[in-house]
């Protein structure tokens, strides 16, 4: 999902590599920061985000991570497995990321 | 610390407020298999899960380890140690541990009903984790006894659980609740508001005038990632 949005970007209407890696960054610290144990640091990561990109986008982001809060819980209480075509067209990103590592790997 | 104050509730998109109000009551009302007063017991049970300053590893149960539960007495000990692992190591579920659930006397309807509260109260106690704001409280139960209606089901194989038939029409995060289909509706409420509605997934180019498509899925992976969800 993330490589197909990211093509259905016209080229002329990305944002710089320059803008887009540090609002990444940005948003990477954020999910890191409030899964993590430590509440200064969690606290740190949303007055960043806010003070960026302001109160809508802090409280978007912590709603797409409620999201999937959500949807892993349902893959794994539910056992979801990949499709066939899937479980073969991911094999590269699985193994460059170590995602067969993962303990709810299965198929 | 920055001293900042997190945005106030009054601040958060209503389609969210909603979407999580309705959510707060769906999973304390009766559902297929459990009445209200169970169905509460369980959001109660993941709720502590969630809070637990010093969770059991994957591999203890709360029974087992005499860790009370707020749902001791209401649900099932076996039904309290799944909630648990559900809520706070579901990416060390197996096959197995699944069947010995079933094992343990559980419906496997039931059991999808489980996972269908146990997501949607895991859904809004991080919204509110994220957001560093605190978490509203879950409403009295609306009492009343289970309406034991559901689909036919069979199983599947790209799912450990039963589904509606017929199985293996849909993906399976898709199908993984099909057995209930208010658990379904609910998570897909939820979805719309949190993430993307679900007739616009499509969109690769679908935002709020936030965060573009592309930033979503960045966070989306991310999460899945800390989570260790292989999915």
């Given at each position: 999902?993330?490589r197909?949005?990211?093509d259905?970007?016209?080229?002329?209407?990305?944002?710089?590599?320059?803008e887009?890696?540090?609002?990444?960054?940005?948003?990477e610290?954020f999910?890191?920061?409030?899964?993590?144990?430590?509440?200064d640091?969690a606290?740190?990561?949303?007055a960043?985000l806010?003070?960026a990109?302001g109160?809508?986008?802090?409280?978007?982001t912590?709603?797409?991570?409620?999201?999937f809060?959500?949807m892993?819980?349902l893959?794994?209480?539910?056992?979801?497995?990949?499709y066939?075509?899937?479980w073969?067209?991911t094999?590269?990103?699985?193994?460059?990321?170590?995602?067969?590592g993962?303990?709810s790997h299965?198929? | 610390m920055?001293?900042?104050?997190?945005?106030?509730?009054?601040?958060?998109r209503?389609?969210?407020?909603?979407?999580?109000?309705?959510a707060?009551?769906?999973?304390?009302s009766p559902?297929s298999?459990?009445s209200g007063?169970?169905?509460?017991?369980?959001?109660?049970?993941?709720l502590?899960?969630l809070?637990?300053p010093?969770?059991?590893?994957?591999?203890?149960?709360?029974?087992?380890?005499?860790?009370?539960?707020?749902?001791d007495g209401v649900?099932?000990?076996?039904?309290?140690?799944a909630?648990?692992r559900?809520?706070r190591?579901a990416s060390?579920?197996?096959?197995?541990?699944?069947?010995?659930?079933?094992?343990?006397g559980v419906?496997?309807?039931a059991y999808?009903?489980i996972?269908?509260?146990?997501?949607?109260?895991?859904?809004v106690?991080?919204?509110?984790?994220?957001?560093?704001?605190?978490?509203p409280?879950l409403?009295?139960?609306?009492?009343g006894?289970?309406?034991?209606?559901?689909?036919?089901v069979?199983?599947?194989t790209?799912?450990?659980?039963?589904?509606?038939?017929?199985?293996?029409r849909?993906?399976?995060?898709?199908?993984?609740l099909?057995a209930?289909?208010?658990?379904f509706?609910?998570l897909?409420?939820?979805a719309?508001?949190?993430?993307?509605?679900?007739f616009?997934m499509?969109?690769?180019?679908?935002?709020?005038?936030?965060?573009?498509?592309?930033?979503m899925?960045?966070?989306?992976?991310?999460?899945?990632?800390a989570?260790?969800?292989?999915?």
């Open positions: 999902m993330l197909e949005s990211v259905a970007i016209p080229a002329d209407d990305r944002p710089s590599d320059d887009t890696a540090a609002r990444h960054h940005l948003l610290s999910v890191a920061a409030v899964v993590g144990d430590d509440p640091r606290d740190r990561a949303r960043e806010a003070e990109y109160d809508e986008w802090l409280v978007d912590a709603a797409v991570v409620a999201n809060e959500m892993t819980r893959a794994d209480g539910t056992g979801a497995r990949l066939p075509a899937q073969e067209a094999a590269a990103i699985r193994a460059e990321h170590g995602i067969d993962f303990a299965r198929h | 920055t001293g900042r104050t997190t945005p106030h509730r009054s601040e958060i209503p389609d969210l407020v909603v979407a999580q109000a309705a707060w009551v769906h999973v304390t559902g298999c459990w007063v169970e169905r509460a017991a369980i959001s109660q049970v993941a502590a899960a809070d637990d010093d969770p059991l590893p994957p591999w203890v149960t709360p029974s087992s380890a005499g860790r009370p539960l707020p749902g649900i099932p000990a076996v039904v309290a140690d909630v648990y559900i809520a190591h060390t579920l197996t096959e197995d541990w699944y069947r010995g659930v079933l094992d343990a419906d496997p309807v999808v009903e996972v269908g509260v146990v997501v949607a109260v895991a859904a106690d991080g919204f509110f984790r994220a957001l560093g704001a605190p978490r409280p409403p009295a139960p609306v009492d006894p289970p309406h034991g209606v559901h689909p036919p069979e199983p599947a790209l799912n450990w659980v039963v589904v509606a038939a017929p199985a293996d849909a993906a399976a995060v898709v199908q993984g099909s209930v289909p208010e658990e509706a609910n897909e409420r939820l719309a508001a949190q993430y993307i509605p679900m616009e499509d969109d690769q180019a679908w935002n709020r005038g936030t965060l573009s498509r592309p930033d899925e960045l966070v989306a992976a991310r999460l899945s990632a989570r260790e969800c292989f999915y």
